[in-house]
């Protein structure tokens, strides 16, 4: 490319911001603009007749064939692009992406110079080859890098670009290209600081292709390829030994030299099981699926890096990765506050990282592969890779870390699949289920619940409710100090015990979706389960709380009822003398009604409280649920009716446990409760809950005769003909 013509191009697009130009003038200096980057372009290379090939012109091979002006034309199309970014058009990756620049010039240029790096070449050559690696690695990952904080005009404009990319990174010549190039640089135990970002930029590359979303294809499509390029891609990766280069990593994470390529790693994995749920892995009990052919004939394929996933620490250490488990580190009480609760600066930086769980169809051939990965992922890399992250995001001092949701939802992902397969050794997960990793957890639980961040809420409740299935689990192995420990602390620390209830209670349907509701409800009864079981083995549970400091009053009469209800979520094992118990399902009314947002579960941290520890009552614990927002919540998982497993025994624990049947005397709540009648609808516990809605339109029936009992319970009426 011409200098002079370069050098125009360097400052034709200040150029068009300064001047005020009409319509006409501004789109012929685009145009113009658009010649001199679509020169750099055919300035990059060509294709030519391999010397070599058949002498029959039509099967005569071509080759890319970089030009001398290449390196030098792919740092004006560098320029050109960083220049267009301070407008709005984006026209610089707009012109790239019709000409096709990186499918047909830029990978063609990274696979040439690739070649030419493993070949002896003299100092010169050497360092314009590596110059022009690295310069394609930058554009690669500018390219490909995802469109999601951009307006949605500009995402849907350039959605077709990045998938026309994705199907070029398809194929084993690109990801042969660019895995040869991080390994050969990764090897090396003393790498200069742009090799590291060489390495670091390869992985952002794959990072950026696999977060490429498909366009959604409907199972019952016909006259559609099932086959979506991300199992395309899964298999090209898979046989050019990529994904086990990603294990290589994942495995060492704890090496603090890794440290800055942990997050590109957290989100390599969780693209490659991107919108995949446990289900479709996992449809039936994998019981030997460590001990698989596939499993065992792939372990020698590591071989080609150089020993049995080993790495180099730098320090002319070499790292095993198929070692023997993780001792497990002494355990220290970690369910604090958190005393700084920071919101992010900026809040796009908060759903920069979100975590999509629109399940997908899954193309056979890539169960086996993911089977696999998963296997080895959880057997060699979730100790250390989890460890290392939760370290990270401890470390970070902020619970609205951009990586953290992810990792969140990762962790859980994992330890689920673990626990769909008894041949697992639990002992795989257990970095997860360490106490301070735990309680950082619920903190951060705690928090999103304060900040109104939903999202990373639902990550935080999935994420719990595998750990809390886990440690189910352990209970009377070999590992049941670790989750005795846990447990332990879990059950005595009031503010945890706290938090599940408030969980049950922030639901708007305004705010929500179904599927965070579900997983309130899964959560729940896992927690309420894992409690049940525990206390029951032990002799006496107690509880630390926080409770104000307050002077006795005189109690007012006929206001017993109401006291219990307004402290039961604070304190729910408050004592309570016999005539109070006894008036709990008597004192009928609605205090908990209103939908007070701003009120519901606020932690009071003032200097007028103090810590008491008190003995803890699992029935009375179960009367903190008995709210009328705990019940409008899950009413709306009745119409149509779904994790009705989960949904039944909270709804016969506030009405018949707690002897509140009052709280679903609402129109909108008998109106959904109705639909469960309708024959159409097959879900569990079907009969035990028909027999439940039953008994409450009982109740409900007797009270909405009596005008008296009708205004004391505030039931409304139905004019519904079935009701």
């Known amino acids: 490319m011409d200098y002079l013509e370069a050098e125009e191009g360097q400052h034709h697009h200040h150029h068009l911001a300064e001047q005020q130009l009409t319509d006409e003038q501004l789109s012929e200096e685009i145009e113009r603009f658009r010649r001199i980057v679509l020169s750099a372009c055919s300035s990059l290379g060509n294709l030519k007749l391999v010397a070599d090939s058949a002498q029959d012109l039509a099967d005569r091979k071509m080759e890319y064939m970089p030009s001398e002006d290449c390196l030098a034309s792919l740092k004006d199309i560098k320029r050109y692009i960083q220049e267009d970014e301070q407008g709005e058009g984006k026209w610089v990756l707009r012109w790239l992406g019709e000409c096709n620049t990186l499918q047909n010039d830029i990978i063609p240029i990274f696979i040439y110079y690739t070649k030419q790096l493993k070949e002896q070449l003299s100092d010169h050559d050497h360092d314009r080859a590596l110059k022009t690696i690295m310069m394609c690695v930058e554009l690669l990952v500018f390219l490909t890098w995802s469109m999601d904080s951009e307006p949605e005009e500009v995402k849907v404009r350039f959605i077709r670009v990045l998938r026309s ?14 895995l040869s190039v991080a390994v050969m640089f990764f090897r090396k135990a003393h790498k200069s600081d742009k090799e590291a970002l060489l390495v670091k930029g390869i992985l952002y590359i794959f990072r950026n292709v696999l977060a490429i979303p498909d366009p959604l294809v409907s199972p019952t499509s016909k006259g559609m390829s099932q086959v979506e390029v991300h199992d395309t891609l899964i298999a090209v990766l898979d046989k050019e030994l990529a994904i086990d280069f990603f294990l290589t990593l994942a495995s060492s994470a704890d090496d603090k030299q890794l440290k800055d390529l942990r997050p590109t790693l957290l989100d390599i994995v969780y693209y490659l099981f991107y919108r995949v749920p446990v289900s479709a892995l996992f449809d039936q009990q994998q019981t030997t699926w460590f001990n698989g052919d596939n499993g065992s004939k ?42 700084n609760v920071r919101k992010p600066r900026d809040p796009a930086e908060a759903s920069a990282v979100s975590v999509d769980r629109e399940w997908r169809t899954l193309d056979p051939t890539s169960v086996p592969i993911l089977r696999r990965v998963a296997a080895v992922f959880i057997d060699s890399c979730f100790n250390p890779f989890i460890a290392a992250m939760f370290e990270d995001a401890k470390l970070s001092g902020t619970v609205m870390d951009a990586a953290t949701p992810r990792l969140l939802y990762v962790a859980g992902y994992f330890v689920d699949i673990s626990l769909t397969n008894p041949a697992v050794d639990l002992g795989c997960t257990s970095a997860l289920v360490q106490t301070h990793v735990f ?20 990550q935080a409740m999935y994420c719990t409710q595998q750990i809390l299935l886990s440690l189910g689990r352990m209970r009377g192995t070999k590992l049941d100090s670790l989750s005795e420990n ?33 997983q309130v409800a899964r959560l729940t009864e896992t927690f309420m389960a894992t409690l049940k079981s525990y206390a029951q083995a032990k002799a006496g549970l107690l509880v630390k709380k926080r409770v104000k400091k307050r002077t006795k009053k005189p109690a007012k009469a006929g206001s ?3 006291e219990e209800k307004a402290d039961i979520a604070q304190d729910p094992n408050a004592t309570n003398d016999a005539d109070n118990e006894s008036e709990i399902g008597q004192d009928m009314d609605d205090a908990g009604d209103a939908e007070d947002e701003e009120s519901d579960g606020e932690d009071n941290d003032g200097a007028d409280e103090v810590l008491v520890e008190r003995a803890f009552d699992v029935t009375k614990f179960e009367r903190a649920f008995a709210t009328s927002d705990v ?40 109106l959904r409760m109705l639909v469960l009648f309708d024959d159409q609808y097959t879900y569990p516990h079907r009969t035990e809950m028909l027999d439940l809605v039953a008994w409450i339109f009982r109740q409900y029936v007797t009270v909405i005769n ?7 319970y505030k039931a409304e009426e139905l004019d519904n003909k079935l009701a």
Not at 317 to 328: D, Q, R, S, Y
Not at 634 to 639: D, G, I, T, W
Not at 645 to 667: D, Q, T
Request: proline content about 6%; some cysteine.
């Open 298 to 339: 792939r372990l020698g394929r590591h071989n080609n890096f150089g020993g049995v996933y080993a790495v180099s620490t730098g320090d002319s250490t070499i790292m095993p990765v198929f070692n023997a488990k993780e001792v497990l580190h002494p355990f220290a009480n970690m369910f604090k506050k958190r005393q």
């Open 165 to 178: 990319y994705k199907r070029a990174f398809a194929s084993s010549p690109a990801v042969f290209s660019l």
């Open 560 to 562: 017993d009822g109401e």
């Open 706 to 712: 009596s005008p008296a009992l009708a205004n004391h």
């Open 631 to 670: 019940v409008k919540a899950y009413s709306h998982l009745l119409a149509p009716p779904s994790s009705i497993e989960y949904v039944y025994p909270m709804l016969s624990r506030i009405a018949i446990a707690s002897e509140r049947p009052h709280l679903f005397f609402k129109k909108n709540i008998m």
């Open 486 to 518: 846990v447990l332990s602390n879990l059950f005595y620390d009031g503010d945890a015990l706290d938090l599940f209830v408030r969980l049950c209670r922030v639901y708007k349907p305004t705010k929500h979706s179904r599927r965070f509701l579900e």
């Open 439 to 458: 309680g950082l957890i619920m903190r951060n639980a705690s928090a999103y619940v304060e900040m109104r961040e939903w999202m990373p809420l639902e």
